[in-house]
């Protein structure tokens, strides 16, 4: 048998072992249930060429440049690849066939393309040998794994085989183009006869690199489906298939009989979630971002979708058959499945979403199991009860009596909306009214509001809860029914424009509730004040300089889920004179106060406190001042600086900022 | 044998007000929920069922909006549920009240046995604690009040062991059924309803009994049948707060001047 056949053969072999392990991982795919991600096909793509071609959020770490020069590399080389296979097959069928002005620059990118993705190999290698790691294993992914070597061997055989292969023909003189190849050229010189000589014994080692060149080949397309490297097939995709909705807000659910809620199973799951567990590569960002992990508890965001791809493949029988799976994914022990703890650990803050590359969905995930586990198995945390109960019965979270929703005005006067007479509704939210401390909050606003001849008026004791707890604690129950009564209150009020201090009401408002079909205007407290005082419509009396040094610590809701990063800094700004201070982590990179996702509800057992750490963080600023946005924050810090034995450093919303350079002089 | 849980509906009393004028409790626009006491009730007899497969009937006496009640009984699972509403009813007191209620349990055992009835141990209300160890009294069973653990249920031989909640001790008795349990809320933790279980109950049906169903003398029931009088309820009348001084600006000089009001008021004793 020639090397034609033999090649033919074996590449046969190798394609059809690659297509039989991709179907059978990719048909799993269809197991997951329905949902429409079509829509917006322009803005899918071009979230696609800027996330999966542009490695956006991949180069947003510096060893990240690494990765991008080696995808390139490779969709380049894929040319080349391309061409070698055909032309082992079909030896007639080449590149040269080209024009030489085309084929000429084509060999010399290739050369250098070739070098650097060896370079970046070496340093990908040096990276796992000789840095120390951001990130921590798990329990069933490590750092330095056999398979991140081996990937990392097979591409620098393949790059330097090529230059084997072509520095052998320039030895051979059987290279015309060698001009336009450099560093095939040096590898040339080191056959030893500087080229132009067929006898001295460079044919075998041509034959030898072109076999180790296919042999690599074959191995990586026979391997690639069975490792996390997968993602080289997945990531394109999952990038055009991202959601274009705000993270948290989840598919709604349709309460009728016979329906199941949430995810029990692995295929209650939908297609993409699926298709995102094929997707990661296990690089360890999001594990590196979660609040969660970096304060001692169980959840692992990489570990939840690893758990993902593990029970799929674990239950591949049982679901293709209907019949019982081997591998519950809820409660469960070992790799493959989530303890009820690392679903309830989650603050919904959405950094693992900010840092994927890759754009998978990590905390909705968490989120669906958690819908699971409230409405068909009534299974939770037994603080939820209380908290669940009072928003179903007085709608607010702390069970206090309705009526008592404007005690917070006991020293100013306040009006009702009315349609046609008051332009903006001021939402004020549970924490406004009934938080002591919000309260101030509460009274900051309203006199600013007041202050910059706005025409505001409440709800009063008709306000209702927006529900954002009982939504991101998988209660959709009884959210749906919330909303549902907050949209007809708002349409019956005829209310278009809204002012919300908090950013959970903000967002659920603003985002959750256009399921529900309500197109509002609503505007965070944060927002509006920037474009007051940009407006000059509030002119602060004085410079506020009593705060000393202000930290600004951003909301998750306020950043993370809505982009609001720049307003809170220009208020504070413009009120104090001075930019804030920044942590460590801020903006999207922000760490949660720890009270998100109904966690301001339930006891932290487990690790220390996030509240702390992100106190911690804050204090090592050395603020007089931290602000805030965000009642939940509010709480979260206030407490945590007494905790710290910091009570002289003061907690304050940004608009209590501004109301202090309100007052008169 | 079936277990009965006599569960009423009551005004949210942190949002209770009182007409100045009748002295009555003003209903409307102010949300009603489950008596407190009562959940853990509906949740003991659920265990129950849960362990014995006992059928478990919940009741209530009240207008016809007390369905609602009802409906929560059905959304966790109780398996029916019987609202007995006439304006013969009305106006009851607690003894007027336990006549209805123990009527309709002798029905209720007219087709299936009634071993066990459980009540919360008063209302928030009426807070009187009466209506149950008055239904236990014109049934002629024992009853077992302010029950926050039953340690053993033996239906073969028809017996019951509790603990009872008394001030700083616990009492362990034990009783033959039928018995009639008033339950504290130390007793059990009452689950939340599933969703799968919250929609079966909206295809449940609440029975209405009357009085024609009943057939009581008038003269026991409702306002006829109540001898206990109302003279007047009220509420304590609350002022709105007045911030004083420059807390910010001024933190020891406003405390002072605290100090001087309560004083001034003679609320501080120095």
């Known amino acids: 048998m020639n090397h034609t056949a033999i090649f033919t053969v074996l590449f046969i072999a190798a394609l059809g072992i690659f297509c039989t392990l991709a179907w059978r991982r990719l048909s799993l795919i269809v197991l997951g249930k329905a949902e429409d991600r079509f829509d917006h096909l322009s803005t899918r793509l071009w979230d696609m060429l800027l996330f999966a071609f542009g490695q956006k959020r991949v180069v947003a770490r510096p060893f990240g440049i690494n990765h991008f020069v080696i995808f390139w590399s490779f969709i380049i080389l894929l040319l080349a690849n391309g061409e070698f296979i055909v032309n082992g097959i079909f030896p007639k069928v080449s590149l040269r066939l080209l024009p030489v002005a085309i084929h000429g620059p084509l060999l010399f990118l290739f050369d250098v393309v070739s070098l650097l993705a060896l370079v970046c190999v070496a340093i990908a290698a040096g990276r796992r040998l000789f840095f120390k790691f951001d990130y921590q294993d798990t329990l069933y992914v490590k750092r330095r794994s056999f398979e991140g070597f081996l990937i990392l061997a097979f591409i620098a055989l393949l790059m330097l085989a090529y230059f084997g292969i072509h520095g052998a023909e320039i030895a051979m003189g059987a290279e015309p183009l060698s001009g336009w190849m450099p560093l095939s050229r040096f590898a040339a010189g080191l056959f030893g006869c500087g080229g132009g000589c067929a006898k001295c014994g460079v044919l075998p080692w041509l034959i030898f690199y072109w076999w180790l060149h296919a042999g690599v080949l074959l191995a990586f397309l026979v391997f690639l489906p069975m490792s996390k490297h997968m993602h080289i097939l997945t990531a394109i995709p999952n990038c055009f298939f991202q959601s274009l909705e705000k993270p948290n807000t989840l598919l709604r659910e349709e309460f009728v009989k016979e329906n199941s809620y949430g995810v029990e199973k692995v295929d209650d799951f939908t297609w993409k979630d699926l298709l995102d567990s094929f997707s990661c590569t296990e690089c360890g960002r999001c594990q590196d971002s979660c609040p969660a992990q970096l304060t001692g508890k169980s959840l692992n965001p990489r570990q939840v979708v690893h758990s993902l791809k593990t029970n799929l493949m674990a239950n591949i029988a049982g679901l293709k058959s209907g019949s019982v799976l081997k591998m519950p994914l809820i409660g469960g022990e070992g790799e493959g499945t989530n303890t009820e703890e690392t679903i309830w650990a989650c603050t919904t803050c959405g950094a693992c979403l900010e840092a994927c590359p890759v754009m998978i969905e990590q905390m909705p995930k968490i989120l669906k199991m958690r819908r699971h586990l409230v409405q068909m198995k009534s299974e939770f945390p037994e603080e939820l009860i209380n908290l669940f109960e009072n928003m179903e019965q007085r709608s607010n979270p702390w069970g206090i009596a309705p009526t008592e929703r404007s005690k917070w005005s006991t020293t100013m006067a306040i009006r009702n909306f009315e349609a046609g007479e008051t332009e903006y509704l001021f939402y004020i939210g549970c924490a406004g009214a009934f938080d002591s401390r919000q309260k101030h909050v509460t009274v900051a606003l309203a006199t600013i509001l007041d202050a910059a001849g706005i025409s505001w008026g409440v709800l009063g004791k008709e306000e209702k809860c927006c529900g954002d707890s009982a939504r991101r604690l998988g209660n959709e129950y009884l959210f749906d029914r919330m909303a549902k009564e907050n949209v007809e209150l708002f349409t019956s009020k005829k209310i278009a424009k809204v002012i919300t201090q908090c950013p959970h009401c903000f967002s659920t408002l603003k985002n959750d509730y256009r399921q529900y079909g309500l197109e509002i205007e609503v505007i965070h407290h944060s927002e509006l004040l920037q474009q007051l005082l940009a407006d000059g419509r509030i002119k602060p009396n004085r410079k506020v300089t009593e705060l000393g040094s202000v930290v600004y610590h951003d909301s998750c809701y306020l950043g993370r889920h809505n982009d609001i990063y720049d307003e809170p800094r220009q208020v504070i700004e413009a009120v104090t004179g001075d930019k804030p201070h920044e942590m460590e982590r801020s903006r999207e990179k922000g760490f949660c106060c720890g009270a998100g996702g109904g966690r301001m509800w339930m006891e932290e057992h487990t690790g220390e406190r996030i509240n702390i750490t992100r106190v911690t963080e804050a204090l090592e600023q050395k603020p007089d001042t931290i602000c805030v946005a965000c009642p939940y924050c509010m709480t979260m810090f206030e407490d945590g600086v007494k905790d710290k034995g910091a009570a002289n450093v003061r907690i304050r919303d940004i608009a209590e900022v501004v109301a202090e350079g309100l007052r008169p002089v | ?270």
Request: proline share 6%; with cysteine.
């Open chain 2, 1 to 270: 044998m079936q277990i009965v849980a006599c569960i009423k509906q009551v005004p949210d009393t942190t949002q209770v007000q009182i007409d100045p004028v009748t002295n009555t409790l003003i209903r409307e626009g102010i949300p009603f929920i489950v008596n407190p006491y009562d959940t853990h009730a509906i949740e003991e007899s659920l265990r129950l069922k849960d362990q014995f497969g006992t059928f478990v009937t919940a009741i209530s006496m009240g207008p016809p909006n007390a369905e609602a009640t009802l409906r929560k009984a059905l959304a966790v699972g109780v398996d029916r549920a019987i609202l007995l509403s006439d304006r013969v009813f009305g106006g009851a007191d607690t003894l007027a009240t336990s006549n209805v209620l123990t009527e309709a349990i002798r029905k209720l055992g007219e087709t299936d046995e009634v071993g066990i009835i459980f009540c919360g141990k008063q209302t928030i209300d009426g807070d009187t604690a009466q209506v149950g160890p008055g239904i236990a009294t014109r049934l002629g069973c024992t009853q077992l009040t302010l029950v926050d653990k039953i340690l053993e249920l033996d239906l073969e031989k028809r017996k019951i062991k509790v603990s009872r909640k008394l001030e700083g001790r616990h009492e362990i008795v034990e009783s033959p059924l039928p018995v009639l349990i008033t339950v504290v809320r130390e007793l059990n933790r009452p689950r939340y309803p599933t969703v799968p279980s919250r929609l079966a109950s909206f295809e449940k049906e609440v029975e209405l009994w009357n009085n024609q169903t009943l057939k009581l003398d008038e003269q026991s029931i409702g306002l006829k049948g109540s001898p206990t009088w109302v003279n007047r309820i009220f509420s304590p009348e609350r002022d709105k707060g007045e911030l004083i001084g420059d807390g910010v600006n001024d933190p020891v000089g406003t405390a002072n001047l605290l100090i001087d009001r309560l004083l001034a008021k003679d609320l501080l004793s120095l």
